[in-house]
């Protein structure tokens, strides 16, 4: 037996591999029932990844939820500590915890605590990163982009939409319009289609509005959407897919350079 080679096993199973160069790792904390952010996180960041040369890995940790409602929804915050102590293991710089509407559920400001219940996850794991939450990314960006009347395109039910509205507008963002299109089912959710979005904000009542959000929701498709809706309109269009990315962005210290998902990922922000 060779001890040397069997300790060097060991440490290989207990430690994450070491970073390539000009590489980042990102760890994604989703329900269980979410098949969206990893799908356009990952398209979003390989068009930065063809603008900039830098590469992006991601590695997931799941949280079990399959209706969206407000049971699920708070067992499902019940487990984001677990999920960041696992998904903090492969050593990701930077974790976002990709559910929305289960961080507004738990009340005014919740994003903040739910930041910091992760962040001390991690670091008591001894894998400190930054944390991005869906739900404080949206508010904060529509902040960092001057949009202080919105309206907006959730795919829940009529409360859970009311609820997202006010915390929305608890965090000063008036929302102007709020389009509910009421799919209870998760699974459901991730199969619509995005191009009826388009249609969808066409309707919007949107008379004084600085900015549209296309989808307030991570698992709601919308990217093919974004661009289109954008040019269309001539208004700033974010998603909460979006609005992770370009925070993701920020902790890291990258610049956003994406292209065809609108002008807040294009480059820096102009307001």
Sequence with gaps: MNTDTDIAALNCEDSPAAKAPRSSRIGLIVPSSNTTMETELPELFRRQSEATGHRYTFHSARAAMKQVNREELLAMV?????????????????????CLVAVMAQGPGAHKESEQVISEAATENGHPAAVVSSAGALVRTLQAIGAHRVAIVTPYMAPLTQM??????????????????????????GRLDPENLPGIA??????????????ACVQMPSLAAVQQVEDELGLPVVTAATATTFELLTALGHEPAIQDAGRLLAGPITR
């Design 202 to 215: 066409r309707g919007l009542r949107r008379e004084g509005a600085e900015a549209i959000v296309l989808s």
């Design 78 to 98: 019940g487990r984001a500590a677990a999920c960041a102590t696992a998904v903090s293991d492969a050593d990701v710089d930077v974790i976002a915890y990709a």
């Design 164 to 189: 997202v509205r006010e915390y929305i507008e608890g965090e000063g963002i008036q929302v102007l319009d709020a389009v509910a299109l009421e799919v209870p089912d998760n699974l459901a959710v």
